[in-house]
């Protein structure tokens, strides 16, 4: 059953509320640059489609538009996060960090500057624009760099949340956002701190854990229910935190022994390559690795590709079993 | 500002301080890049010791000028000028590239304090520090902002995004200054990959441009002065180096890049003679 003490909405599977991580960060810069007048936001030729102009309506003196130049935006941002301003810098996660990836390394991470990478238009759901622009890659990039912490937004909500807290960090951070619309699963009241994982649905003595990050946590909690149809107890986690991982994903996978991982990201190098590094160490436990399978994308509607890539429910179904039958007896 | 001669030949004893000690760190290093940094240690010298608002001990100084270093890898000039100027120790220069050491191969900000940012690979500089002056602008500060970079790094697709962007906003707070030495790791830059007309691409790019000889003190700090009166544009200083400047024997070679003192060419001067023969022709060229 859905964790009360995560505050979910009401209608989680009845008819959610429908929004963008993305539009989530649009909220959440405009608060943050009320809280604190050093928040400055980069965009390269993308202010809309990242929900920058929000923040250029409220803030135009603090926002900056740097052209269609990725490395020059991670740089500029480096210069003024290395001048002591807070600057979130907003492309396509495909172009940043997928082509400034190496100004990232050096500049901010090995500055250690509290300047904050946005990268929207993560994933497979970006839909029509095809494989090069559906980023799969941007966590693994992210969390292989010393310094940083790499968030991924279940929902708008959480996306403004995180985008506050970002900006309190002191710290580099990754966030990564979908364009697509998709279910608000958490509201103002679900609690929201860097590092800890949340506990969405927990059946009696669960069998195995499945732990999501981005929206397809909505898929994990779908899948949560038809597991307990066929009378198999889970818990279901957001983990919105992929650097650094939470130690409650070991007493979880401890608990259930059985694992499996949910991401709209390749299954190597991101959640599933994170939990999979944790518990090697900490717990070896079986795990089952819903993502994309080592393959690009194509052109086609969110839930078409969603489908095609086999992210959807009955695959999360599908493989929960196949983990907790590979327990050890 | 008015410079007198003998300001200028105070300036012109401490670079030849500096390249002594570059040459001899490097010596001790094993490894690293001995042309580019003696190219251009008679602009360091001036800016240490005379262009730059610092206080060498108190690096952290608010109001101090901000010197960015674009091309990492010649740090040697930059840690045996700021040695000489009382940051640190100079014989710390020779823990150069030693393990535990302050004095990165490449510099790192958070190593020793005074280096503004860490740098290395290359083009990335210029952004970073218009990122800086766009900044200190918006808050009215009234320091200025330097890059160093160097001519080989003006291949890279990064710095002319950094131009194009100080270009855009005016950045007069912002003073470049490129090594144009003409040579680069595989040969001569014009070889490798023509980078002429230099002074027309930036102009092209809203700079103010100011070619100078690299070697002549005064001529430099003319150029900062001038790129302080400038109210419209950013302003590049277009330095034409003679890599190797001031040990004749590997002046212009690009083969001592990237090679220290008994490491390189040995055609001209044996490697266990180089360190000693460097030295007297760094004093002789003084003369």
Redesign the interface.
């Known amino acids: 059953m859905i964790n009360p003490t995560a505050k979910l909405a009401a209608n989680i599977f009845e008819k959610p509320d429908m929004a963008s991580t993305r539009e989530g960060f649009g909220k959440g810069v405009v608060e943050a640059g009320k809280a604190d007048e050093r928040v400055?936001v980069l965009t390269a030729d993308l202010a809309e489609s990242t929900q920058a102009h929000h923040f250029q309506k409220a803030f135009p003196?603090?926002f900056?538009q740097?052209?269609v130049?990725e490395?020059?935006m991670a740089?500029?941002?480096?210069?003024?996060a290395?001048?002591?301003?807070i600057?979130f810098f907003t492309s396509y996660a495909a172009f940043s960090p997928g082509r400034n990836w190496?100004?990232i390394r050096?500049?901010i991470a090995?500055?250690?500057l509290p300047a904050i990478a946005c990268g929207m238009h993560a994933g497979v759901s970006v839909g029509p624009d095809g494989a090069t622009h559906q980023a799969l890659e941007d966590m693994a990039m992210m969390r292989a760099l010393p310094k940083f912490t790499v968030i991924s937004a279940c929902d708008a909500e959480e996306g403004r949340k995180a985008t506050l807290a970002a900006a309190k960090l002191g710290k580099p951070v990754y966030m990564r956002f979908g364009r697509e619309k998709t279910p608000m699963m958490t509201t103002a009241e679900t609690p929201f701190e860097i590092g800890k994982l949340n506990v969405f649905w927990r059946g009696e003595k669960p069998q195995v854990a499945i732990f999501g990050t981005g929206p397809l946590v909505h898929n994990a909690l779908l899948a949560a229910r038809e597991l307990e149809k066929d009378g198999i107890s889970s818990v279901v986690a957001n983990v919105h935190t992929l650097k650094p991982p939470d130690p409650a994903i070991v007493s979880l996978a401890q608990e259930t022994g059985a694992v499996v991982t949910v991401e709209e990201h390749q299954v190597h190098g991101g959640l599933g390559g994170a939990i999979a590094e944790l518990l090697a160490k900490e717990a070896p436990t079986p795990i089952e690795f819903i993502g994309m399978q080592d393959k690009f994308g194509q052109s086609g509607t969110a839930a078409e590709l969603i489908e095609h890539y086999e992210m959807g429910v009955l695959h999360i179904v599908a493989a929960a079993k196949e983990a907790i039958g590979r327990k050890k007896i | 500002m008015v410079i007198t001669d003998a300001e200028v030949k105070n300036i012109e004893e401490k670079a030849l301080a500096i390249r002594k000690t570059i040459v001899e760190m490097l010596e001790a290093a094993k490894s690293g890049h001995l042309a580019g940094p003696l190219g251009m240690t008679d602009i360091f010298a001036a800016l240490y010791f005379h262009v730059l608002k610092h206080n060498p001990k108190d690096p952290a100084w608010a109001e101090r000028d901000r010197l960015f270093l674009s091309n990492g890898h010649i740090c040697p000039v930059r840690y045996s000028a700021m040695a000489h100027a009382g940051y640190f120790p100079v014989e710390e220069c020779m823990t150069l590239r030693k393990f535990g050491s302050r004095l990165q191969g490449h510099p790192e900000r958070d190593m020793l304090p005074g280096v503004e940012t860490t740098s290395g690979p290359l083009g990335s500089g210029l952004s970073q520090a218009s990122g800086y002056a766009y900044a200190a602008r918006m808050d009215g500060k009234t320091f200025r902002v330097f890059c160093a970079m160097s001519d080989g790094e003006q291949e890279e697709g990064n710095t002319w995004e950094g131009a194009m962007f100080a270009g855009k906003y005016r950045l007069t707070n912002l003073t470049a200054i490129m090594d144009r030495n003409n040579i680069q790791i595989d040969g001569n830059t014009e070889d490798v990959m023509p980078l002429e007309p230099l002074a027309d691409k930036y102009k092209a790019f809203n700079w103010h441009v100011i070619p100078i000889d690299g070697h002549n003190i005064q001529q430099f700090i003319e150029a900062c002065d001038e790129a302080k009166s400038i109210k419209e544009k950013p302003t590049l200083i277009l330095a034409h180096t003679t890599p190797g400047k001031g040990v004749p024997s590997i002046e212009n070679d690009y083969r001592w890049h990237g090679a220290p003192p008994g490491k390189g060419p040995t055609d001209k001067v044996p490697a266990d003679k180089q360190k000693d023969a460097f030295l007297e022709e760094l004093q002789a060229s003084a003369r």
């Not at chain 1, 740089?75 to 003024?80: K, L, P, Y």
């Not at chain 1, 290395?82 to 301003?85: A, L, P, Q, T």
């Open positions: 400055v003196e603090r900056i740097v052209g130049a490395q020059n740089t500029v941002a480096a210069g003024m290395n001048y002591g301003k600057p190496e100004q050096t500049t090995l500055n250690d």
